[in-house]
Every structure is written in structure tokens, then in C-alpha cells.
């Protein structure tokens, strides 16, 4: 057996390069998006990631740009809790719009995310930003847990 065919390519990159690849960026779109808020939205916003890695991109690196911590129902980041969010508005990376419409007043389309060298499933991912949660984030938080 040839060193490493167990693997599945999914990418251009073998997984463990491919993680490296898109989180500068993903943090500054997501900056670019909590900039363009209203100054009394970005006061309470909160960042709402897929995954550890984009949670992680945004607490690491999004920090120096100004950015609030991110939560997540990834894994650890699940443990953490909503973190204080109210949900009156949130910045959502990735996911699909159908399901933040059923949790949210009005969810729009604030930019898509776009990296060359990451994992297929961080690439062209849309970055929502969802207004009026219909239930308090604490409540719906144990729908969110996803631990892989």
C-alpha cells in the first residue's frame, strides 16, 4: 500500500495543508461585514461559526481587527454556550438561508467567502447576517451541538 492512500482527496491539498489555507481571509471578510454594520449593531452583534476552525479563525486572528469572539456548536466551542448573544444580530458563516429564516426576522446575504488552497467546504461559503432571533439563542443552543 502507497504511503497515505487511505486518504480521500478532496482538495488540490491533502486535508491536513488544506486547513491551513483561508482563514486570514475568511477573518477579513468577516470584518469587512461586522464593519459595515450600523455602529448600534455592531455593539451587539455576535459571530455564529459552522466549525471549530472558522471559530477559531475569527477569535485568533479576527481579534486584531476588531472582531467579538465567535460561538460555535462545534465540538468545544459548543461547551462555551451562546457566550452572551441575544441574537438580535448575528453574523453566520456559511450554512444555508432556509434554516437562519426559520430561526430569524430577516436574514440576508452579506458576502461569500472564497479561498483557493482550503478545503472544498470552506470555499464559496456565504456570510449571513441574520436579524431578530424568534427564540433566545440559549434555548435553541442544544440544536446547535455538533460534536465530530
Known sequence: M???????????????FADMHGWPE???????????LPAADRARACIFAQNYGQAGA?????????LPRAISGHNSYFLWGPRGCTGEVVIALGGERKDYEDAFASVERAA??????????ENNRPIWVARGARVSLADIWPRVKRFI
Request: glycine share 6%; net charge neutral; proline share 7%.
Open 2 to 16: 502507497e504511503p497515505f492512500s487511505y486518504l480521500i482527496v478532496q482538495a488540490r491539498l491533502p486535508q491536513h
Open 26 to 36: 475568511l477573518a477579513a471578510n468577516v470584518a469587512k461585514v461586522f464593519g459595515a
Open 58 to 66: 475569527v477569535d485568533v486572528l479576527g481579534a486584531r481587527l476588531g
Open 112 to 121: 461569500v467567502h472564497t479561498c483557493t488552497d482550503c478545503m472544498p467546504y
